[in-house]
């Protein structure tokens, strides 16, 4: 059975299920989240999405995200996802939410409620090859430049998510 995403609207209230795919083709707002999992030098995991994956693959993005499932907050959900896509076991925390709409060239698009989650380890992952083909760790400021040097390698929600979260590290210095 394909996976459902919750339906939401603007308040991150939920108004109802729908399969993944036909979100995805009618751009309709639904509940996501997005991972970020630093090391004790304040790198950020990066991955970079298999070849395989139906829409942006072999970008490199935030550590993973995905879609909470009917009944499972946002924080059971990106531990199940961190788990199932780089081998990891990481406490989170939600930090804050945006939403955001994007078109992708095979038709889809990307409006989701997104709700970014940051933990914590020096673990290095165990991918799982059909979700993600790389990963490394880089600094906040490496990244930055990287963006700005070679957008192209990054997904979209990525750099809109990473400017956003670049400002909240700036302000916030303490990791938990």
């Not at 308040?11 to 509940?31: F, S, T, V, W």
């Not at 995200?65 to 959900?77: F, L, V, Y």
């Not at 945006?98 to 992952?125: M, Q, R, W």
């Given at each position: 059975?394909?996976?459902?995403?919750?339906?939401?609207?603007?308040?991150?209230?939920?108004?109802?299920?729908?399969?993944?795919?036909?979100?995805?083709?009618?751009?309709?707002?639904?509940?996501?989240?997005?991972?970020?999992?630093?090391?004790?030098?304040?790198?950020?995991?990066?991955q970079q999405r298999a070849a395989c994956k139906y829409h942006s693959p072999n970008l490199w993005t935030n550590?993973?995200?995905?879609?909470?499932?009917?009944?499972?907050?946002?924080?059971?959900?990106?531990?199940?996802?961190?788990?199932?896509?780089?081998?990891?076991?990481?406490?989170?925390?939600?930090?804050?939410?945006?939403?955001?709409?994007?078109p992708f060239d095979n038709g889809l698009t990307e409006h989701e409620y997104d709700h970014v989650l940051i933990?914590?380890?020096?673990?290095?992952?165990?991918?799982?090859?059909?979700?993600?083909?790389?990963?490394?760790?880089?600094?906040?400021?490496?990244?930055?430049?990287?963006?700005?040097?070679?957008?192209?390698?990054?997904?979209?929600?990525?750099?809109?998510?990473?400017?956003?979260?670049?400002?909240?590290?700036?302000?916030?210095?303490?990791?938990?």
């Amino acid at each position: 059975m394909e996976e459902q995403v919750i339906l939401v609207n603007e308040k991150d209230e939920p108004i109802g299920l729908m399969g993944k795919m036909e979100a995805h083709q009618k751009g309709l707002l639904h509940r996501a989240f997005s991972v970020f999992v630093f090391n004790s030098k304040k790198e950020v995991l990066l991955q970079q999405r298999a070849a395989c994956k139906y829409h942006s693959p072999n970008l490199w993005t935030n550590t993973c995200c995905s879609h909470p499932r009917a009944g499972e907050t946002n924080i059971a959900a990106g531990e199940r996802r961190l788990q199932e896509e780089m081998g990891m076991k990481v406490p989170l925390q939600e930090v804050f939410s945006f939403v955001y709409k994007a078109p992708f060239d095979n038709g889809l698009t990307e409006h989701e409620y997104d709700h970014v989650l940051i933990g914590c380890s020096d673990t290095p992952p165990e991918i799982n090859p059909e979700e993600v083909a790389s990963w490394k760790w880089l600094s906040l400021e490496a990244i930055r430049e990287d963006i700005e040097q070679n957008p192209q390698v990054y997904t979209v929600w990525f750099k809109i998510i990473f400017e956003k979260f670049y400002h909240y590290l700036l302000q916030n210095t303490s990791l938990k």
